[in-house]
């Protein structure tokens, strides 16, 4: 192949990742819908074979995993919308009484020779709006918790059609073994991806509320949730998650108790984080730090708020398939984080 012909495969690859990625971001509220329906029958696809394994009737299986989830999501969506309520109308006292310990902290500074003009920073400086972003991100979990009902819709329709799934990819890869295998890998990492995301984000969140209830803050329930939910996304979730907690600490407790708890919330995400998801991900899921971070940013742009929650599901659906073709493998190559053991597998190419 000449030069221009590759420069003209190129200019035709990128015209069609910019279409592909308009259209997914004009549909976007559909293709979320879809997204989660996949990733959340591959978790309950996994707890029902579980069952199954240890001769639960597949019937019976059914009822005991749809019962447990929706018993468990009413119950989240009323303790959480309750204790959500509740705080948003407090908001307006917690500005009051955080304004007024930056007064103190400021005269405290003016102690030492600082000169600061607190009017100026009171008019510039909202908590509310730290508050109110707390705020914004619970209802977009609400709105998010809405569309759940359209998702287990699908959900249903999918798990009903997995007994003949391995028969369609018998099918379509008659013939051809290493394309039913890259899609068996696909499927395999993201099933263990998001049933261990969701268990670790589980410990998370207790941990979350032990904490803040051994501390006496309030909502306790609410902030654990959060810490629930944000610890889906990598990086900056679980930063997000402690915000609103240490805040209304600065409040209520001595400053030694907040820097306890500080220090409580890091442990919290760095034992899960950094240690127990590594140990059951074993090799992991072989995207490097920075293409997590970026993929954060352009699926938050395309999906909206669910976009980083699918961040990296989709950039490891992304990597396996450019893996799987000889002419776009380096673009699995820039995704990966060349751990050992896939390094020794791309030096073999």
Not at 8 to 13: D, E, K, L, V
Not at 44 to 58: D, F, G, N, R, Y
Request: proline letters at 3%; hydrophobic letters at 55%.
């Amino acid at each position: 192949m000449s030069e221009i012909e590759k420069i003209r495969h190129y200019f035709f690859y990128f015209s069609a990742f910019v279409i592909i990625v308009g259209g997914l971001k004009f549909a976007s509220k559909a293709i979320i819908i879809l997204f989660l329906a996949i990733f959340i029958a591959s978790i309950i696809s996994s707890a029902l074979t579980k069952l199954q394994k240890i001769k639960v009737p597949k019937f019976l299986s059914y009822i005991i995993v749809f019962s447990t989830i929706i018993t468990a999501v009413l119950f989240v969506v009323y303790v959480v919308n309750t204790s959500f309520k509740d705080f948003s109308n407090n908001i307006p006292f917690y500005e009051v009484q955080l304004k007024s310990l930056a007064t103190k902290v400021i005269a405290w500074l003016g102690g030492f020779g600082f000169i600061i003009d607190p009017k100026e920073i009171m008019d510039n400086l909202s908590f509310g709006a730290l508050f109110n972003l707390t705020a914004t991100t619970a209802g977009n979990v609400g709105l998010f918790l809405s569309k759940m009902l359209l998702v287990f819709i699908g959900v249903a329709f999918i798990l009903a059609e997995g007994s003949n799934f391995e028969k369609k990819l018998d099918i379509i890869f008659k013939g051809n073994a290493d394309s039913k295998e890259n899609f068996q890998l696909f499927s395999h990492n993201i099933q263990k991806y998001f049933t261990i995301k969701t268990l670790t984000s589980l410990l998370t969140g207790a941990f979350i509320t032990t904490i803040l209830i051994f501390f006496e803050i309030d909502y306790p329930i609410l902030w654990g949730f959060l810490g629930f939910i944000l610890n889906f996304i990598p990086v900056v979730g679980s930063l997000i998650a402690a915000i609103p907690p240490l805040l209304l600490g600065l409040i209520s407790l001595e400053l030694t108790s907040v820097a306890w708890l500080a220090f409580f919330y890091v442990v919290i995400n760095n034992l899960i984080s950094n240690v127990l998801e590594p140990k059951f991900m074993g090799q992991g899921l072989g995207l490097s730090a920075a293409v997590i971070f970026f993929s954060l940013i352009f699926w938050g742009w395309v999906l909206g708020p669910a976009g980083m929650f699918l961040a990296v599901p989709l950039t490891m659906t992304l990597k396996i398939a450019f893996d799987s073709n000889q002419n776009t493998k380096w673009i699995g190559i820039l995704f990966s984080n060349l751990r050992k053991k896939e390094k020794n597998t791309y030096n073999e190419l």
